[in-house]
């Protein structure tokens, strides 16, 4: 991977300008993803300002923050849906400094319910900032979205938020990212002070101080004092100052041989090599700050710009062709265009947006563009840069973009979107299955059909809501990740679909699995005087890893059964996976192996060996010892030690294993894994037992076979109320 550093300084052209506005070296596209409530918001607001992009600062508690423009965000103080803004900063040190940059920014939601929009933001960004309370330090969506950033290889550095909040403490803070995310995590910039002191931060890679004053002249803080470092803090900073540099030589030889020789290292020198280990996924930066009180967010930037990758530092994007075999897809203007759509949006202006990231060529308005899932072109009407809810019209997006497209219909997320004359499929982002369901009826017959449009758009939009209806009671189920998404749902049916609709009691959405193995056969042979049906095929099942999913392999040879008839015993296979024979609910985690069978020379047909294959499937897994699976739940509980045997008392009620206890600064931090049926409510629980003063979050862990004592219960009321997802 080649690095790129730019040492020519120029300034971005106006954004829709007829050639691209500027080179790759100076974009940079970035994702801020943390857990809820560490500031992630605020930070994006502080950055638009510093960056020009708006001109009176938006808050969170007055509801008037940018990235937070829908009416269910601003009153509820939380980020819902991500949104894409783009905007310019000059840095102000470093091997781009002076140069205007591009830099395209997603503000992703911290709340776990919303987890679908962290996934497929990763997906596309080069780059991420991740932001810690420093308070709270690392948290459990703090681990889930670093997993997140893990999986798509997205390099990042970490903004220690808050730092002027009582108890805040930034050291510990990079410890806990050492020990509880495995990263190599070392101080860019240590803390003057913390709490009601923190006024400044030490620069390690310049050794000099930045000194905030709240200054009359200055009331945003645009301007700090530059100056020597403070005495009392000068060994620290030689110490850890070291300790970076030995974190980055270790993917620096330059560094590494000027280290072990003892040679002085200069600055332009550790900044490089801290960008290589960076977009090496090698090394992590943090910087301490408190985006409320304005303090550190420029430094964040310069970081950004000078230590995130661009479009160029990530080159290559592997795909795959119509035959499996690898396609790569350049950070190439000239190539043929390759882009992704990975978000869905209906605007109330200007209809249906599809959100796409460019990774090769250009899109331009007008342009057809083949879509290898339907295999269909459509035709782009219009092009859009976005400012969140702010759009900029521009005529052509270049590899490295990311912009919204107008005009394309039949388009999910995931699709790859592409020239007709390349054969390619990007990787789309991957996402959780629902875990609560509940029944939804409209209140009036007008309001039908409205919701039937509604539940369609929503669902295009949503990757992790689905909505189905009920074939043994009629009824219209939507299943979600958790009961606020699900109210946000109805809510937005209310307000942007003007559809009134009564829910029914949240349902868990239980699975089904196999614990032995069996074989069993499927036939499937009908007479009716002309032509028959005939389908006969041999089904062997075994559990699966756990978490590995469905895995059906064609073990047939000799032809018992033809290869015109395998797909169809594959998909009857699926099919019957959807219901299975203890109560009805999906099947996860087996492996079916067809293994023999038969056919006829004149009766056989694909729907009969689809019908065999269900059969088959239905009858082995009788005999596999089927169990069922309940969603469990990682519950993270902060309450103050005076009330820890209450809240510990009260998880183990509900079934909960308590896995871990860590005291911190006078506050119990309780980890525990508890069933989702048991949790419903929890909320007003929890401030019950605790008067107010615990707070807890809750994430979807993995699944576990259903105690025996439940399960007859929960066979019987499945009848009555399903929760089938």
Same mark, same amino acid.
């Given at each position: ?17 007829? /050639?691209? =506005?500027?080179?790759? $070296? ?39 923050? &940018? ?27 470093? =091997? ?5 940059? +591009? ?47 893990? /999986?798509?290889?997205? #390099? ?9 909040? @009582? ?49 009359? $002249? ?44 003892? !040679? ?23 910087? #301490? ?8 967010? !420029? +430094? ?10 661009? =479009? ?66 459509? +035709? ?12 900029? $019209? ?32 990007? $990787?789309?982002?991957?996402? =959780? ?63 942007? %679909? ?18 032995? /193995? ?14 028959? !049906? ?10 699966? @890893? ?10 047939? @040879? ?28 999906? &099947? ?28 088959? %499937? ?6 596999? /010892? ?73 994430? #979807?862990?993995? %699944? ?17 109320? #399903?929760?089938?997802?």
């Amino acid at each position: 991977m080649s690095i790129s550093i730019v040492t020519e300084k120029a300034q971005l052209s106006p954004l829709n300008a007829a /050639k691209r =506005p500027a080179p790759m $070296e100076w974009t940079r596209n970035i994702g801020i993803a943390a857990h809820i409530d560490a500031g992630k918001t605020t930070c994006s607001e502080r950055i638009l300002y510093y960056t020009g992009a708006v001109h009176k600062m938006g808050e969170v508690h007055e509801g008037t923050t &940018v990235t937070d423009w829908m009416e269910q965000e601003r009153e509820r103080g939380i980020t819902i849906t991500a949104a894409a803004i783009s905007c310019a900063w000059v840095p102000s040190m470093g =091997p781009f400094q002076g140069i205007k940059t +591009r830099i395209n920014i997603i503000d992703t939601p911290g709340h776990v319910d919303f987890t679908a929009e962290v996934e497929r933001s990763l997906r596309v960004l080069d780059g991420c900032v991740a932001v810690f309370c420093a308070v709270g330090r690392v948290q459990p969506q703090s681990e889930t979205v670093w997993r997140q950033a893990n /999986k798509y290889r997205v #390099p990042r550095i970490a903004f220690v938020n808050k730092m002027d909040r @009582v108890g805040a403490n930034f050291l510990a803070c990079v410890e806990e990212m050492r020990k509880k995310l495995n990263a190599n995590a070392h101080p860019l910039y240590l803390p003057i002070g913390a709490e009601e002191n923190f006024s400044g931060l030490v620069d390690l890679v310049q050794m000099k101080a930045y000194i905030f004053e709240d200054k009359a $002249e200055d009331p945003l803080g645009l301007h700090p004092r530059i100056e020597e470092i403070p005495a009392n803090m000068a060994a620290d900073a030689k110490r850890y100052r070291d300790a970076l540099i030995e974190a980055v030589a270790d993917s620096d030889d330059v560094i590494a041989e000027k280290y072990l020789g003892g !040679q002085e290292i200069t600055v332009q020198e550790l900044m490089v090599g801290i960008r290589k280990a960076t977009v090496a996924l090698k090394f992590t930066g943090v910087i #301490p700050g408190s985006a409320f009180k304005k303090k550190g967010v !420029q +430094r964040l930037l310069d970081c950004v710009v000078n230590y995130l990758p661009n =479009p160029l530092d990530i080159g290559q994007t592997r795909g795959q062709d119509s035959e499996a075999a690898e396609v790569i897809a350049k950070a190439d203007d000239s190539g043929k265009t390759v882009g992704l759509a990975f978000k869905l949006w209906s605007d109330p202006y200007v209809g249906r947006l599809v959100f796409v990231r460019v990774y090769q060529g250009q899109l331009k308005k007008g342009q057809s563009l083949y879509n290898p899932r339907t295999r269909r072109s459509e +035709r782009v009407s219009r092009l859009l840069l976005m400012r969140a809810m702010d759009k900029e $019209e521009i005529d052509t997006a270049y590899a490295g973009d990311i912009c919204a497209v107008i005009g394309v219909k039949d388009v999910i997320t995931g699709d790859t979107l592409c020239d007709e004359d390349i054969d390619i499929r990007l $990787e789309p982002p991957s996402f =959780p299955e629902p875990v609560i369901s509940m029944s939804i009826e409209p209140k009036s017959k007008a309001d039908q059909e409205k919701m039937g449009n509604a539940l369609a758009r929503l669902s295009a939009e949503d990757p992790t809501f689905r909505t189905f209806t009920d074939p043994d009671t009629g009824q219209c189920i939507i299943a979600g990740m958790g009961e606020l998404h699900l109210e946000i749902i109805r809510d937005r049916m209310f307000r942007e %679909f003007k559809v009134e609709a009564d829910a029914g009691k949240p349902q868990i959405a239980y699975r089904e699995s196999i614990t032995g /193995k069996a074989e069993a056969e499927g036939k499937f042979i009908r007479q009716s005087g002309g032509r028959g !049906q005939y389908g006969h095929c041999v089904i062997k099942v075994e559990p699966n @890893v756990k978490g590995k999913g469905i895995e059906i392999v064609n073990e047939i @040879v000799g032809g018992a059964i033809p290869k015109e008839y395998i797909k169809p015993v594959i998909e009857g296979i699926n099919e019957a996976a959807n219901n299975g024979t203890v109560a009805g609910y999906p &099947v996860i985690d087996f492996i079916a192996r067809i293994v023999d069978g038969s056919f006829h020379e004149v009766d056989s047909s694909e729907l009969a060996f689809k019908m065999a294959g269900i059969f088959g %499937f239905k009858e082995a897994m009788r005999q596999a /010892k089927p169990i069922m699976l309940e969603p469990i739940m990682k519950v993270e509980v902060t309450v103050p030690e005076e009330y820890q045997g209450e809240i510990m008392g009260d998880i183990n009620r509900r079934r909960g294993q308590i896995q871990g206890m860590e005291n911190r600064d006078g506050a119990c931090i309780i980890t525990a894994h508890v069933p989702l049926e048991t949790m419903f409510g929890y909320a007003t629980d929890i401030r019950s037992l605790s008067k107010g003063r615990a707070s807890y979050s809750m994430e #979807p862990s993995h %699944f576990e076979q259903v105690p025996a004592s439940l399960l007859t219960k929960i066979v019987e009321s499945s009848t009555k109320a #399903p929760a089938r997802t």
